[in-house]
C-alpha cells in the first residue's frame, strides 16, 4: 500500500528566503512521485514528477525536489520565495506495476510574507 | 492544450436533492477521478474509471455514484444531498500509470 506524508500543515518565509516542503512516501515497490500546487480557488497543477530517472527532478516557476530513496522522501525546494508562490502544495505518489491511483498527501499551505 | 472542465464553479443544493457534477476531458484519457477536498484532510478519492462503463469505489464512496457513458465525460452523483457533503469536489484524469492527472477547476457545493 501507498502512503504519502506532508510535514507542516503550514509553512512560514520571507520573500528571497529558501522554501523546504518536505513529503515522505510509502511504498512496496518503486514508486513514481509528483509535486502539485493549487491556488486560490483554483483545481491542482503539476510543478513537476520523479518518473525513475534522475533522482533531482526540475519543475515550472523555480522549483526543484529530489527523490532519495533510501530516506523515502521527496521534498520540494525553491531558492528564492516570491509572493506570487502562495499557495497549497500536494505531494503525490503512485506505485509502478501496481494500482495507477495516486495517493496525495494532506496538503502544505505556503505563506509568504514581505 | 490539455483541458478538463467541470461544470460549475459553485452550487447551492438542498438536503435530499439529487445532485449531478459533471466533468468533461478532451485529452482521450482512459482514467477518470473524482476527489473531495476538505480543509486539513487533502484530497480523497470517492470514485475512479479507468474506461467506458467501468468503475471503481475509492476511500469515499458512501453517499455517491458515477456514471461514465462516454470515454470523455465522468458524472458525480450525490443520490440524496446531505450537508456533510459540503465540500470542494475536483475531477481529474491521466493517460497512464505514471503520467500526471490533469485536474478541472473544482465545483464548490454547499448542500443547505
Known amino acids: 500500500a501507498q502512503s504519502v506524508t506532508q510535514l507542516g500543515s503550514h509553512v512560514s518565509v520571507s520573500e528571497g528566503a529558501l522554501v523546504l516542503l518536505r513529503c515522505n512516501y510509502s511504498?512496496?515497490?518503486?514508486?513514481?512521485l509528483f509535486w502539485y500546487v493549487q491556488y486560490p480557488n483554483q483545481g491542482l497543477q503539476l510543478l513537476l514528477k520523479?518518473?525513475?530517472?534522475?533522482?533531482l527532478v526540475k519543475g515550472i516557476n523555480g522549483f526543484e525536489a529530489e527523490f532519495k530513496k533510501s530516506e523515502t522522501s521527496f521534498h520540494l525546494t525553491k531558492p528564492s520565495a516570491h509572493m506570487s508562490d502562495a499557495a497549497e502544495y500536494f505531494c503525490?505518489?503512485?506505485?509502478?506495476?501496481?494500482?495507477?491511483?495516486?495517493?496525495f498527501g494532506r496538503g502544505t499551505s505556503l505563506i509568504v510574507h514581505p | 492544450d490539455v483541458k478538463v472542465t467541470q461544470s460549475s464553479r459553485y452550487l447551492v443544493k438542498r438536503t435530499g436533492e439529487k445532485v449531478f457534477l459533471e466533468c468533461v476531458q478532451d485529452?482521450?484519457?482512459?482514467?477518470m477521478f473524482w476527489y473531495r477536498q476538505d480543509p486539513g484532510l487533502g484530497l480523497r478519492l470517492i470514485y475512479f474509471?479507468?474506461?467506458?462503463?467501468?468503475?471503481e469505489k475509492g476511500d469515499i464512496p458512501e453517499g455517491y455514484s458515477v456514471s461514465r457513458e462516454k470515454k470523455e465525460r465522468f458524472s458525480l452523483i450525490l443520490e440524496s444531498a446531505s450537508t456533510n457533503q459540503t465540500s470542494m469536489y475536483l475531477c481529474?484524469?491521466?493517460?497512464?500509470?505514471?503520467?500526471?492527472?490533469?485536474f478541472g477547476q473544482g465545483t464548490r457545493l454547499t448542500v443547505v
Open positions: 481529474a484524469s491521466s493517460l497512464r500509470q505514471n503520467t500526471e492527472a490533469f
Open positions: 511504498s512496496s515497490v518503486p514508486p513514481y
Open positions: 520523479y518518473t525513475s530517472a534522475a533522482t
Open positions: 503525490a505518489v503512485s506505485e509502478q506495476g501496481g494500482s495507477y491511483i495516486p495517493t
Open positions: 485529452m482521450d484519457h482512459e482514467n
Open positions: 474509471s479507468y474506461d467506458v462503463k467501468m468503475k
